[in-house]
């Protein structure tokens, strides 16, 4: 009886190992994991505030403060895109719109590192800049292109009817 203790007391500490490298090769950060939309199909976080819908990969609780991350697994830089960074502002925005809870931070995934994105005044500012910004080019009717990617138009829904496609 004994011996059936100790090779369950082993496997435990196994799987409780192999949790915890998971968890850190993940780059997701400690704390409960409150929201997930990598599985089943989340409900979205909406703003009519700021006219704004999205949803996180995660949100994790730490020390009661939920953290939203965003997972780009086939993704590698050495420093975040901007797009990338803007959007997890605009999770960190519709954290503090539906949970009146502001988050200090979100985290931004890549394939083979991990980027704290600060939520500061800032990039907050930035990101309702942005957003009116957006806002204005749909009651623009026509808006340049914003890029020389080649790539981008490559893939781009709009690309046969584009004007300004570059392929």
């Known amino acids: 009886m004994s011996g059936l203790v100790a090779i369950l007391v082993c496997a435990g500490v196994i799987l409780l190992v192999l949790s915890w490298w998971l968890r850190r090769r993940s780059g997701l950060p400690g704390g409960e994991i409150t929201y997930s939309d990598t599985d089943i199909p989340a409900q979205p976080l909406m703003s009519n505030r700021y006219q704004l819908v999205g949803k996180p990969d995660y949100i994790v609780m730490r020390g009661g403060v939920p953290i ?19 959007q997890v502002a605009s999770y960190c925005l519709l954290i503090e719109e539906t949970q009146a809870k502001t988050p200090p931070m979100g985290v931004l995934r890549y394939r083979d590192r991990s980027f704290k994105i600060s939520y500061t005044p800032k990039l907050r500012g930035q990101l309702l800049r942005l957003l009116d910004e957006m806002r204005d080019s749909l009651d623009a009717g026509d808006v340049a292109r914003s890029h020389r990617s080649e790539a981008r138009c490559a893939t781009c829904g709009f690309r046969n009817s584009c004007e300004q496609s570059l392929v």
């Open 68 to 86: 939203p991350i965003e997972v780009k697994p086939n993704r590698t830089a050495d420093e975040p895109y901007e797009s990338d960074r803007m």
